[in-house]
């Protein structure tokens, strides 16, 4: 959940419009930092009121975007406020993060994908692969004999059992047989 809602900082933009002081604001509406309210004000001016929604899904950002954001900062010796307002990234922190990962790790930690790496399909597919001995295929081919028979007596029985149900000579379950 975000911490203000989009009809707060709304409110905090129009208030903001008529002229009260972004200190004033930010105490009326509880909002700890008054300088989040400029943030919104020019991300409502470039975005609409679309830029105040917080976003349903958490948006992904590739290595290169990474990389692009960080370079035109850098060329532009711009903030990160400006950086996140023209590439439309929500959060001033994450950008800050970005560039905290680049300075320590280079390169290579923008690429690095968070999360739980992906099972490796390779190992279980080889090991399907691997020739069979003749006792194995005449054991595995036994075996699927033996489970098709069963399967074959299985509906054999199913199907007794709904005749004998439909003649009404099945007794049904709970009833004493005696009286």
């Known amino acids: 959940m975000t911490k203000y809602q989009a009809n707060t900082k709304l409110r905090a933009i129009k208030l903001y419009q008529k002229g009260v002081d972004l200190n004033q604001i930010s105490k009326e509406l509880?909002?700890?930092?008054?300088?989040?309210?400029?943030h919104w004000l020019k991300r409502y001016q470039q975005q609409g009121l679309s830029g105040l929604k917080a976003k349903q899904t958490k948006t992904k950002y590739g290595g290169k975007f990474k990389l692009k954001v960080l370079n035109?900062?850098?060329?532009?010796n711009t903030s990160y406020q400006t950086a996140a307002l023209h590439f439309k990234v929500n959060n001033?922190?994450?950008i800050a993060n970005w560039q905290k990962k680049f300075d320590i790790s280079g390169v290579k930690?923008?690429?690095v994908k968070q999360g739980r790496p992906a099972m490796k399909q390779g190992k279980a597919k080889e090991g399907n692969?691997?020739?069979r001995s003749p006792s194995e295929l005449s054991e595995?081919?036994?075996l699927r004999l033996e489970n098709r028979a069963l399967r074959v007596e299985n509906e054999y029985l199913k199907e007794l059992k709904a005749l004998v149900q439909k003649r009404g000579h099945l007794?049904?379950?709970?009833?004493?047989?005696k009286n």
């Open 30 to 38: 509880n909002i700890t930092n008054a300088n989040e309210i400029d």
């Open 72 to 76: 035109w900062r850098k060329q532009h």
């Open 92 to 94: 001033i922190g994450t």
């Open 109 to 111: 930690a923008l690429f």
């Open 129 to 131: 692969k691997q020739p």
């Open 140 to 142: 595995l081919e036994a």
């Open 171 to 177: 007794p049904k379950k709970g009833k004493s047989s």
